[in-house]
């Protein structure tokens, strides 16, 4: 008996003869770009390197669009972020040794985010493998073991007909949830030899679901639905599950309170008469899901950051829904639901009974009343304006991408995304460099809006040099440098630690002039002009870079009283 399947994987009359006379002039790189292709990819990032020629050579040969970046770290960042807007796992082109250790840090914050980054890197030759000191260009005893701590799955490649299945395993690793990065690696000679096999021009790597087990639902279905004051914590798995509407609808079922992490920003609608918005820094909105009888956390493992410096201690009933299975009850006992966050809470909507309260918008009134007043006591009027404009300017759905600097860790709790997957920020990992360069990124994910970048002028000088790749792709990010002369947010803890900073202080280069040398237009701007300076920049196509030369100081933080 013939089944249908079996019809589907004999080939046509023109695969076969395809298959039997594969074009001449290819090589191992033209394997891998045939899977990517494959696979749904259309537009790589990276940089070349003496290994990696291969697939940088198969590149001109194939329909993928390439971005390159003047630092392979960057070329992570942007990576990272093209995955988080487009929903695909951003392939990263990279060579060995010194090229692949130099993106370990943005293939960190990819971890640390859950977004899918699809890194290949190339190897020393094949016969220098297996921890001999050959003395090889780049060579490292084992490339892939500085991977492992930092990536999903690492998948090694030793023969040209190991290419498409070692990448498509990766790809489906990197697109199951929980996403992330993942490393391949393939040694020069595998992308250099000439190939005889097949055009590679169809690939299977479906992303595995990861489903709730519906007892574990049962109970917190019951729960929630009984609770006397239930709360909810949404996090990044809400946003990178696309879980928005689905959270919406059962804290509205529910009458349940919602704050969104940092890294959770835009799941919840900020001006929602139950959004407890992102005040999590806070002791005031501490309190108040600390008094929750049953907390429902989703999509975060509750974290530094998310716990308020673990000084949050709940004393009700805590369902937490992860599908980074280490995160689950990592820092808090709890009804655990390995899951994706989609999954669960469409289990919970059909479980969950409406429950009556008509007193909850009251309580959210009053916790976001005291943070506001405790804010105001602070005379921080210049901060706060400055991030209005910020907001004035940016158009209601562009994405904006944040570096680790105080306008930034003032974003993370009073910055109003406006929508789901719009406001992004290295507070995963915390390291600098990220918002420009992850903003190119995501400008050529999406070239139908205009993306916004934010940095101070340390975390600027990072990744000064991809000015130029803006400019050569013509990407639409308009870069906003805070400079206040230094690492301002370690100015600040070194003097409240230490009485005076150290280390801190930077010299200032006339950041205009440099954007303009590399062919960006710059304005320098002031606190009183910004909106209309950031927005004109916004409206014109093409790179662009605003400056503010301003100290801004961060609110008191309420985890050390």
């Known amino acids: 008996m013939t089944h249908d399947h079996d019809l589907a994987l004999r080939p046509t009359p023109a695969q076969q003869a395809a298959a039997l006379n594969p074009p001449p002039g290819r090589n191992g790189g033209d394997l891998v770009v045939e899977t990517l292709t494959g696979l749904g990819a259309t537009t790589v990032f990276g940089l070349p390197g003496q290994h990696a020629l291969g697939m940088f050579d198969a590149l001109r040969r194939s329909d993928l669009r390439y971005v390159g970046l003047r630092v392979e770290n960057n070329a992570g960042f942007a990576a990272d972020a093209y995955g988080r807007i487009a929903g695909e796992a951003a392939p990263l082109l990279l060579s060995t040794g010194p090229g692949a250790l130099t993106s370990l840090a943005a293939l960190q914050e990819a971890a640390a985010a859950s977004a899918p980054v699809l890194a290949i890197s190339s190897q020393i030759p094949t016969a220098g493998l297996g921890g001999g000191r050959h003395g090889y260009l780049h060579e490292l005893p084992d490339q892939a073991a500085s991977f492992r701590g930092v990536v999903k799955s690492v998948h090694t490649v030793r023969t040209q007909s190991q290419i498409p299945s070692a ?17 391949v690696e393939i040694p020069q000679d595998v992308l250099l030899d000439e190939t005889h096999l097949p055009v590679v021009t169809a690939m299977e790597a479906t992303p595995e679901d990861l489903p709730p087990r519906p007892e574990l639902t049962a109970v917190a279905a019951a729960l929630l639905s ?72 989703v999509g975060s493992g509750l974290g530094e950051l998310s716990s308020n410096y673990h000084t949050f201690k709940p004393r009700g009933r805590v369902i937490q829904i992860e599908a980074d299975l280490g995160k689950l009850e990592s820092n808090h006992p709890a009804l655990g639901i390995h899951a994706d966050a989609r999954l669960a809470l469409q289990a919970l909507l059909e479980t969950t009974e409406e429950r009556a309260d008509r007193g909850a918008e009251d309580r959210v009134r009053e916790v976001l009343a005291k943070v506001h007043d405790r804010i105001a006591a602070q005379e921080l009027t210049l901060e706060q304006d400055v991030l209005a404009s910020v907001r004035r300017a940016l158009p209601a759905d562009s994405p904006s991408f944040w570096d680790m600097t105080i306008l930034a860790y003032w974003a993370w709790s009073a910055f109003d995304p406006k929508a789901a997957n719009t406001m992004h920020s290295a507070q995963g990992a915390g390291g600098l460099g990220y918002g420009f360069p992850a903003a190119l990124g995501a ?49 600040e803890y070194m003097t409240d630690t230490f009485g005076q900073p150290t280390a801190t202080e930077l010299n200032r280069p006339d950041y205009v002039a440099l954007a303009e040398s590399f062919g960006v237009p710059g304005v320098r701007t002031t606190p009183g002009t910004l909106a209309t300076d950031l927005a ?20 008191a933080p309420t985890h050390l009283s």
Do not use: C
Not at 453 to 466: K, Q, R, T, W
Not at 468 to 477: C, G, K, M, P, S
Not at 540 to 555: H, K
């Open 167 to 183: 990448i498509a395993a990766a790809w489906k690793s990197a697109l199951t949830a929980p996403h992330g990065p993942v490393w």
């Open 536 to 555: 004109k920049a916004l409206a014109e196509p093409g790179p662009s870079v605003v400056v503010l030369p301003a100290v801004l100081r961060m609110f």
């Open 226 to 297: 009984e609770a006397a004051r239930p709360a909810i914590i949404a996090g990044g798995g809400v946003i990178r599950a696309d879980a928005s509407g689905k959270l919406r609808a059962l804290a509205e079922r529910l009458n349940a309170p919602v704050v969104t992490t940092f890294g959770g920003k835009g799941a919840f609608p900020w001006e929602h008469p139950l959004s407890l918005q992102s005040w999590l820094e806070d002791r005031h909105t501490t309190d108040f899901l600390e008094d929750a009888d049953v907390l429902l956390v």
């Open 443 to 491: 400008a050529a994910a999406d070239p139908t809006r205009p993306v916004l970048a934010v940095s101070g002028d340390g975390g600027a000088l990072y990744s000064i040099s991809e000015l130029a790749t803006a400019r050569q792709y013509d990407l639409d990010v308009t870069w906003l440098i805070v400079d206040d002369g230094g690492y301002g947010i370690l100015r």
